[in-house]
Each structure stands twice: as structure tokens, then as C-alpha cells.
């Protein structure tokens, strides 16, 4: 990780990794797509298609990664439509399911925002 203030590149310690965590989760539940940014100088010689045993790309698992920091990105959609229809589904004893690539607090977030459940209600 670079560390700005040192101007000097540092190692992710256990607690900074708890603090970007704690972060990532943070954003998530404000509805928030959060993407980690890093970087990584390459060596000229690198071979960027080698692929280990697996098939995945030996580019994709190397580890001297440099964390730059986190970028949230606000969901958006057609919430009046959207949310009356599903509002309406439910009210009407329709059996509805959210179904979403995002993480769990972000489509939590998300489905509190359109009213489709309460802030106390159990993830289902």
C-alpha cells in the first residue's frame, strides 16, 4: 500500500486490512458497488498470457499488488417503477426474491432504499 503522508510504499498490515474491510462493508450497506483499486509495475520481460496449471493467468495471482483505495459507485435504477411493482407483488401476497451479484449488505442496502423490506427484517 502507498502511504501517502510517508510517501513511501508499506506493507498491508492485519489491522489496516480490518480497516479496508470494515470500509468496504460500510460503504456496501449504504448501496454503495465498491471497487478495491491497485496497481502493480511490470516487469518488461513478463509474459502477460501465461497461465498456470489451472488456466488462470499467473498475472491475476501474483501478490505485490500496491492498494491505492476504495471507490463507491451509487446504484441507480428506476426505483418508482421498480419499487411499486415489487411493493405491489407483495402486498397482493406475491412471493418475491431478490436475486443479485452484489454483496449481501449492498443488495440489503438496496432492497431498504425501494421499500421491498424493513431495516429489522431477517435476510432470507
Not at 48 to 76: H, P
Request: aromatic residues 10%.
Amino acid at each position: 500500500m502507498y502511504d501517502l503522508f510517508n510517501s513511501a510504499y508499506v506493507e498491508l498490515d492485519s489491522d489496516t486490512r480490518s480497516r479496508i474491510i470494515e470500509e468496504i462493508e460500510s460503504m456496501g450497506s449504504k448501496g454503495y458497488r465498491v471497487l478495491a483499486l491497485a496497481f502493480r509495475n511490470l516487469e518488461t520481460d513478463e509474459d502477460l498470457n501465461a497461465k498456470d496449471a489451472d488456466g488462470i493467468y499467473e498475472i491475476e495471482t501474483k501478490q505485490e499488488f500496491i492498494f491505492i483505495g476504495l471507490v463507491g459507485l451509487e446504484y441507480t435504477f428506476d426505483s418508482g417503477h421498480i419499487c411499486n411493482t415489487v411493493v405491489n407483488c407483495r402486498d397482493n401476497g406475491i412471493k418475491w426474491r431478490l436475486v443479485s451479484g452484489e454483496s449481501r449488505s449492498t443488495a440489503r442496502a438496496i432492497a431498504e432504499k425501494c421499500g421491498f423490506i424493513q431495516p429489522n427484517d431477517p435476510d432470507n
